[in-house]
């Protein structure tokens, strides 16, 4: 029998309310057994974006303030350099040495034909984009995520994440983003983050940027690769947002240019993950037609608000031999330190 584990529970800034972290915890943890599946209490979750964002605490959001102060004194340091070192010289495909903290074997790539934006800090922050801050509390969360999937895949040779969640507004984009910058913030590793949700691309909104290519351009209007890819000031990290939408997105999802792509950015490079952010399984094929494609798949269920009854209904709409493990998220939390 599979053991369906939560292998991550995360913190978000805003913390939900009347719920039971650990009866939620357990009973994902023994979802297999059918005396279990009892609904976690329900409560309204914000939709829109902006409601989502607006952290609570004055502890966690004091936190916070310093990390963006920090993350722009480095910026600005960084602007201060010869013009030259900034100067982005190598094609996409190549990389070039730089100056870098990784093993000397091992050198950081630099990108020429990517679209550059540079990201709002205080957007990011007010996003929950918590992964930019490397001293931000909630940060480690996604440390422990990222450790987790390295722990899991690596030993398989896996490297295309697909993320999901049982239904709309758990959370599945924001995790998918923060952990791509956790594991771009690894040494010896690139990330690309796919926005595979056809019907809304909704990255690029949480980083603030606009483009007006994505994976629809690519799929439809024969578009280059190397036109959808954006660098967003983040070393290591590249991603795929914007463009246009479309309705019939799961045959698109599932057309054999796909598949192509899919295969070609798996093995572009051997030391690169690659995250699609996909559509909820429940209610749309999106997420089902683009499961066999990828080599494993994290499930975001929101604590206090999804059904047992309805997660057991996604997992067994999925590959079970592709699934890594649920993250609960917007755990509440509180009074935690860590000790060293």
């Not at 246009?244 to 993950?273: C, F, H, W």
């Not at 309805?310 to 067994?316: G, I, M």
């Amino acid at each position: 029998m599979t053991d369906y584990s939560v292998i991550s529970v995360l913190n978000a800034l805003n913390e939900p309310n009347d719920s039971d972290a650990h009866n939620d915890l357990n009973a994902l943890n023994e979802l297999n057994d059918p005396n279990a599946l009892n609904d976690i209490n329900e409560h309204n979750a914000p939709n829109d974006i902006n409601e989502l964002n607006q952290p609570h605490g004055d502890c966690s959001y004091m936190k916070l303030k310093k990390s963006i102060e920090k993350a722009k004194q480095q910026r600005n340091e960084a602007k201060k350099k010869p013009t030259e070192d900034a100067v982005l010289t190598e094609e996409i495909e190549d990389f070039v040495p730089e100056k870098t903290t990784c093993p000397p074997e091992w050198a950081s790539p630099v990108y020429s034909e990517c679209k550059t934006v540079e990201l709002d800090l205080d957007q990011l922050a007010r996003n929950r984009c918590v992964s930019v801050f490397s001293d931000a509390p909630e940060a480690e969360y996604y440390k422990v995520l990222r450790t987790s999937i390295q722990h899991r895949t690596k030993e398989k040779g896996w490297n295309t994440i697909m993320i999901t969640s049982v239904q709309s507004g758990e959370g599945k984009t924001l995790t998918s983003i923060n952990l791509a910058v956790s594991f771009a913030k690894e040494f010896n590793q690139t990330v690309l983050l796919v926005d595979c949700d056809l019907r809304r691309q909704s990255i690029h909104r949480y980083l603030k940027f606009s483009f007006d290519k994505g994976i629809v351009d690519y799929l439809v209007n024969d578009c280059q690769l190397k036109d959808l890819m954006v660098w967003p000031g983040i070393e290591k990290l590249t991603l795929i947002s914007g463009g246009k939408t479309i309705d019939n997105s799961a045959e698109l999802l599932g057309s054999p240019k796909m598949k192509a792509l899919v295969q070609e950015i798996k093995n572009r490079y051997d030391d690169r993950y690659v995250i699609f952010d996909t559509p909820p399984v429940l209610g749309l094929a999106d997420a089902i037609t683009f499961a066999p494609l990828v080599d494993c798949i994290l499930m975001v269920v929101e604590e206090g608000r999804t059904s047992i009854r309805d997660v057991k209904k996604a997992l067994e709409m999925i590959p079970s031999e592709k699934f890594l493990g649920f993250v609960l998220n917007r755990r509440k939390v509180s009074g935690q330190k860590y000790y060293y």
